[in-house]
């Protein structure tokens, strides 16, 4: 397939200086014509795209003006929010099919297929949106019970395409005939199925030693089973007691988590999925970002977050034209704004939490948002981690006087006993 598109590419009359000059002219896409033509190559799926992005045969203007197009958002918004699932579709084994699935006069076409070990994404496109029900996995004929998360776009002609991230417990064999079935679109009832072989993908898949256990609150926990591999890192993990009884409404005490690598830098949690075993036992399975080569052990800390009845007025204060700017959290710290750029119509606000507390990679715990005076957010992006609580926040410039929005939280710590830690060789 690399071949194919490279043959394309260079087969191309348009010399690239020139199409960098035409496009920062600007891009005009018509609605009527497809929405994945580049140029004269036509790249037939969204693992083409990737693999001509990743392979650096578009120019940094190209590439820049591509993520304004809406179907090349869509490559772009995998490629920022989940960079292991980026490398898994740019693969040589992703399945592509483009097989498109007819019922009660409604169509879906399943483009792409990717199984990395952890985790199955697939991609689907219909000629407009329209609402599916529950997408059901069978493995070999088995139905797999599975949690799903969707990411979409609108593309401008009405059309729509979307990704279906299944996760799942269980460990799946390298190789299996997959199952899909849909049936209920729009509310109407049929039966949208359709198979296909799939293998996983070459990622460098390595099982961890698993086996720690620690205690949160009296509440046994046990790493169950990890394992990384260049596209994902999976952790599940198992608690054990009277969980029920001490977790959730109306006693308020809730089970939060960060997990970091050896130097306290969050790792990102893409996917958290929970399931209840019996009524004492309770099951968290894990899906992060894969791990940068230098990192040598991931840190799991338990802790209670806040109350979830509790109720706290938020602080409002308006972004100072003089950093470092600084707002007190109360018993957790204080947050620290040490530095605002603006790239046009965006701002990238830089801050950090003066704490001893290790904070997650999203800020699950404490909410932080730029607002205008309205209360109207502003903001473009998740917060991200860049250290040891340090993170970046991007928001739109030029819409108004930015004002934070944060709030005190209550006092949040971890015991010795709340913390595992496990070794990556």
């Keep these: ?68 197009v809406p179907f090349m958002s869509f490559v772009y918004k995998i490629e920022e929010q989940d960079k292991g699932l980026h490398k898994a579709l740019s693969d040589n084994n992703a399945i592509q099919l483009n097989k498109t699935v007819t019922s009660n006069g409604i169509s879906v076409t399943f483009e792409e297929i990717v199984y990395d070990g952890a985790r199955i994404n697939v991609i689907y496109s219909m000629p407009e949106y329209q609402e599916i029900g529950k997408m059901e996995m069978f493995v070999n004929g088995e139905w797999l019970n599975t949690g799903g998360s969707i990411t979409s776009l609108h593309e401008e002609d009405g059309s729509y395409r979307a990704l279906y991230g299944f996760r799942f417990d269980e460990d799946l064999p390298d190789a299996f005939d997959l199952t899909l079935k849909i049936d209920m679109i729009a509310g109407v009832v049929g039966d949208w199925t359709f198979e296909t072989p799939i293998k996983k993908v070459k990622n460098n898949h390595r099982i961890l030693q698993a086996g720690q256990t620690g205690m949160m609150n009296g509440i046994a926990f046990e790493v169950k089973s990890a ?13 054990t007691g009277e969980i029920r009884e001490k977790v959730g409404y109306p006693i308020g005490l809730s089970i939060s988590e960060t997990i970091t690598d050896q130097n306290g830098v969050p790792l990102k949690i893409l996917e958290k999925s929970g399931e209840g075993r019996t009524d004492y036992d309770l099951a968290w399975t894990y899906i992060l970002e894969p791990l940068a080569p230098d990192v040598t052990e991931l840190r799991l800390y338990y802790y209670s977050g806040p109350k979830i009845d509790e109720v706290v007025e938020d602080i409002i204060v308006p972004l100072s034209n003089e950093l470092p700017q600084k707002i007190d959290l109360g018993a957790m710290g204080d947050i620290v704004i040490t530095n605002v750029e603006q790239d046009g119509n965006e701002a990238t606000l830089r801050f950090l939490i003066d704490s001893d507390f290790p904070f997650d990679g999203d800020l699950r715990t404490h909410p932080f948002a730029v607002v205008l005076e309205n209360g109207e957010r502003i903001v473009t992006d998740v917060v991200q981690a860049v250290g040891r609580n340090e993170y970046q926040l991007k928001y739109k410039a030029n819409a108004g006087q930015p004002f934070i929005k944060t709030r005190p939280l209550t006092m949040m710590a971890i015991e010795p006993e709340a913390q595992v830690v496990i070794s990556i060789k």
């Design 227 to 239: 394992q990384t591999s260049t596209t994902s890192t999976k952790l599940q993990v198992e608690f």
């Design 1 to 68: 397939m690399e071949n194919n598109i490279k043959k394309a590419i260079d087969e191309m009359e348009v010399p690239m200086q020139k199409l960098d000059e035409a496009i920062s002219k600007g891009i005009v896409v018509s609605k009527k014509k497809p929405r994945n033509i580049l140029a004269m190559g036509v790249l037939t799926s969204v693992a083409a795209i990737l693999l001509v992005l990743g392979a650096g045969f578009v120019s940094p203007t190209v590439g820049n003006a591509l993520a304004k």
